[in-house]
């Protein structure tokens, strides 16, 4: 994608950000797989930066099995010490043993919902909020959501964690308006 304008966030001396930017941030997914690694990815977020988390994201896809839920739902301690020791991850034991313990409750969610799919897009009846990233961190709707995770036993999933996840799978789509993908700038 060629644009001239990104939102100011964006390190453009990094491509892998430039690149998550313009083709990821802020699409609308429906892949519970996507959902799941994304979910995860952001939890290890909590407390660090999204850039240091995409700069790793191809060693936390190879150190968790390629987010493969039945896998991460079976790790047990020794794989947990084999996380733990690998370098190019976040080696937070609090951190890993909540990826675990998340997925299970992701999987929860799938059998609740038919998909954890239906289950993050119902807090929107299917739609895509629009407002600019510099409005705010949280809102009442990740507020709800986080709220309702963690009743579920989540873990490293606070609003701020939320609002950034949601904002990533394109239930809020907030492109600031110096942005080419900005979609509310005539409004």
Not at 55 to 84: I, Q
Not at 103 to 117: L, W
Request: hydrophobic share 35%; charged share 25%.
């Amino acid at each position: 994608m060629n644009l001239n304008h990104r939102c100011n966030y964006v390190n453009m001396k990094n491509p892998l950000y430039v690149r998550y930017h313009d083709e990821e941030w802020g699409v609308p997914e429906h892949s519970d797989q996507k959902l799941y690694e994304l979910l995860i990815l952001e939890c290890f977020q909590a407390g660090l930066s999204w850039e240091c988390i995409l700069n790793k994201r191809e060693n936390f896809r190879s150190a968790f099995d390629g987010f493969d839920l039945d896998k991460v739902c079976a790790y047990d301690e020794t794989k947990c010490a084999e996380l733990l020791n690998n370098p190019g991850i976040i080696r937070n034991r609090r951190k890993i043993q909540a990826a675990i313990d998340n997925s299970h409750v992701f999987r929860d969610i799938q059998k609740e919902f038919g998909s954890f799919d239906a289950y993050i897009w119902g807090f929107t009846n299917g739609k895509t909020i629009v407002e600019d990233y510099h409005l705010r961190t949280t809102s009442p709707l990740s507020d709800t959501v986080s709220k309702n995770l963690k009743k579920r036993g989540m873990r490293f999933v606070g609003s701020i964690t939320i609002y950034s996840y949601l904002q990533a799978i394109g239930i809020l789509n907030a492109h600031g308006e110096e942005c080419d993908l900005c979609i509310h700038k005539s409004q």
